[in-house]
């Protein structure tokens, strides 16, 4: 899997919400560790540590990651030790945490106010004994990651291209941010009119909005584009309950109804919770008769956690 450019599938879904015209971008489909951004995203970081002959993987996320998955699998394949540092404080057995066991990555659990430092010191002690390790934040951020999606980005406007249409909105969940951040990127460089709206699912404005802005103006400079950014990111805090990894039944039945009806599967972390906050969105601010694309950035394992309460209801 080294390919920079995708293409994933784009379909059309049932939803008709306000008379509205739904697709979907199925970067879950991406053939590699059950797909989804992380995939995306890894492929450019692996391509780096490999340019700087680094020999141990160092990353941060919880047992939900799906991140962490796929940089387990990615350094599994080379043979490349790879350390997580995990928070105590989300740290349940999932899919994803036993398929990071399978792949044999190591942990450290600390809190997560001590993230920082303890990856600052595993860092030192890895470089101590003789390595050289490369660090990829947690969730794949940084100006790698935005690429990923500015790539992606361009494989919606190929799209668009063919089928001699354009979206006029482009919805996906928003996390750590590089991904919403890519897309702007992309946006800003192809001058095209999409409105990108990122659901958060754990981080609240105004400093969620602002890790994006600053990954775009990063990512921007970086590629050395002189393109005035001002602060026009749509990243909707408005959705995410009570933060990271909270759901409701609300979100259990968009994933039960979208399931049955188109076959895809959404999780109540990551993109079913962004789907259902795209449905409100779309009520709350009566949008109608648009064409709205919304991206799957994967996170398959997920569902199959949930499943048990997406078939009998919230605490089964
Ligand atoms: C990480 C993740 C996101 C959020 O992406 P960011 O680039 O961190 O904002 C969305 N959906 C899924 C399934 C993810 O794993």
Known sequence: MDEEFLYTPIQKLKEHLNDNCF?????????????????????LFFRELEKQEADYVVTYGSSSSNHCRVIANMAAIRKIPCLIISPLENNNMTMNKMMMTLFGAEFIYCHVTEVSKTIENSLNILRRKGWNPYFIEGGGHGNTGTQAYVNAFEEILKYEQDHEMQFNYIFHTSGTGSTQAGLICGKKINQTKHKIIGISNAR??????????????????????????????????????????????????????????????????????????MLRYIQDNNIQNQDILFIHTGGTPLFSDALEEIVNGKGN
């Open 204 to 277: 609240r404005n105004p400093g969620g909005k602002q890790v994006i802005q600053d990954s775009v103006n990063s990512y921007l400079q970086k590629n050395g584009y002189i393109i005035e950014s001002k602060n026009d990111v749509d990243f909707i805090d408005d959705y995410i309950l009570g933060g990271y990894g909270d759901y409701n039944t609300e979100i259990l039945n968009v994933i039960k109804s979208v399931f049955i009806k188109d076959g895809i599967p959404l999780d109540p972390i990551y993109t079913g919770k962004g789907y259902a906050g």
């Open 23 to 43: 697709f979907i971008k199925r970067d879950d489909l991406i053939p590699f560790s059950f797909g989804g951004n992380k995939v995306r995203k890894s492929i």
